[in-house]
């Protein structure tokens, strides 16, 4: 079942106004569409991350479902713990994981791997911000090549590690990107991940109005953009096999860069360098759709 | 009394492991460490071979363990984990964690070194270390204590006024491998002793919805604080009561926050804790014969800490011989510390001598105790003690440098 505009307007989600987050905020937009596709049946497991500010402060909350707070390296260990306690008293409800990109790519990633390699039935969502954005915009593992952070002023120097595969390497039955700029393929990845057992992945990009600088109603216009110049393929790995799910509208990279205030010194031969490594996984990705199983 | 259990001859981490069946833990996360390993091998053929119906997670890290174990608690369902070491080390930012979010978390810490170098010995370094958070600690000096205790501190942890979670604290290889005999209460009476456990403090439940851990400002965190505090000195009743109950009903007492063995009436007491206490008992006979009246006072609690009970059984004593085996470096013995809390606000209270020994497996015998007890008697009749702490059985060489450095104090 595919879900509509009119289908998602009418379900039920578990963010509730009154939310600590930054105006403009993808991560929220995400939860929110997130949130509706999963139901209220659900439990959420949050690592350090923007979101343990954006649930706002004790003793309110602007989430209606079920979450936890954990320490950094530990949301995907927590989870499972949750699960096998449900699964011990035979009860069925989505265990979720919601982890910003540090706690996923950096400290989290062993937690994450040990739980994919035992294939917990759960849900492990990385809202991708692009950096530590709640202790104030430091590089992280995902903070993509020339961007420029708190702890890169001269821009990053490395490419960011590639989650997805990493995680399809594990051979999990469901790996997906997502982007709040495409929600109706963000939220079926949810309705189809939450009908799989076993460990599903799901790797949202979360764009950032005070971390990437630019304006606050430009979310949308910005995560739709980072698919439509290759710079985010939108693609999902269900039972080893990759699809890309949304072609992207063949807009040139300097359209998504020039919009934001993190690529400010990078320089318009550093564009065409980056658009050359962009094409080239995407070129990468459509061969990769060709083959029976991509692990 | 109900009925009689099975006397089998098993090591420390055989008892623990059944521990953790007739506690009908449901969820174990386990990652191996040695001297803990047996343990949650045994657990795992336990779950394997249909003794046990329970999850088991085969975890990443000993960090993975803990936070595993606090999900599962989170979600409602009685939870053991076992560790040791460096083990417990890594675990340190979950342990603190699991008590603050108010879990009663079961827990073996089977005792041993820290690292560099590499031992896989005995001493209290590594609880000690993590014995500020808001863990109950209870240490051990028998298999048979071993089991029993865990089977109490679940009752104990469970009671709506403590809600923390436990350690039991068992000497590495002295306990963990060496075989003793064990009474094995029959699974019946311990599902009446120990019933399910039903957290009515909170859950992770979708029917029922809460947001736990999120942001406390200076204005909520400190109470927070305080209530777990409250907790801990609480759970000092309810673990007298509990040991009571398990008496009556498997006739088998061990102490509660503490045991006291020959100390009414005696001149002097040592106070130590874990196996060290059963070598002091034979210390204390072997000195009463020779007529140096002593009696033991064995720590089983070290948190909650039993400052009363302590200071009571302590005011009449003409001298306070503590023996620890860690050390808070250049402070001296945390036992050694706490008694000295528990004693100076007295009006007559005894001097105290506290001796660091027994490190990274040294071996300490009841002539060693009976050693230190008389060094500490000369050094009190003679009001000679010069420093808060003193270091026993390090090699000639190295002593002769620990008193040189005495005598520049």
Redesign the interface.
Known sequence: MTITIHDLRKLPG?YMPGSAACPGCGATLAFRLVSRALG????Y?VPACCF??I?????K?A?????????F?????????????????NKD?NVVVWAGDGGTVDIGI??L??AA??KEDLIYVCYDNEAYMNTGIQRSGATPLKAWTKTTPTGKREMPKDMPMILAAHRVPYVATASVGYPFDLVNKFEKAKNIRGFKYIHILSPCPPGWDFPVEKTAEVGKLAVDTYFWPLYEIEGGKLKITVKPRKRPLKEFIRLQGRFRTITDEEIDELEKIVMEKWQFLEHLEKSERVF | MGKEGKWEIITGNHAAAIAAKLSRV??V?AYPITPQTTIVEYIASFIDSGQM???Y?????E???M???????????R?FTATASQGLLLMS??LH?AAGSRLPIGMAVVNRAVGPPWNIHVDHQDTMSQRDTGWIQIYVSSNQEVLDTILMMYKVAENPDVLLPFMVCLDGFVLSHTYMPVNIPPQEEVDVFLPPYNPTHWK???T??????????PD?YQEMRWSMDLAMRRALDIIEDVTEEFFERFGRYHGGAVWKYKLQESDYAVVTMGTMASEAEVAVDELREEGIDVGLLKIRSFRPFPHRDISETLIDKRGVIVIDRSIAFSSGGPIGTEIRSSLYNLADRPPVVNYVTGLGGRDITHQDIIAMVKDAIGRITSRRIRRPYYWFKLKPEFERIEISEEVRL
């Open positions: 578990s209220p049946n659900t439990v497991i343990s500010v649930q706002a402060p004790y003793p909350s989430i209606s479902a079920p979450l936890y707070n954990i320490a390296a530990a949301a995907a260990a927590t989870a499972s713990g949750v699960h096998r306690a449900y699964k011990a008293v409800v062993q937690a791997s040990g390699e035992r | 449901k969820v996360p119906d329970a999850e997670i085969r975890v990443e890290s960090h993975s363990a936070a595993a174990a606090i999900g599962a608690s989170a979600a409602g369902v939870t930012e979950v964690w992770l439940d979708p029922s919805p809460i947001t736990f851990g999120n942001l406390a400002l909520e």
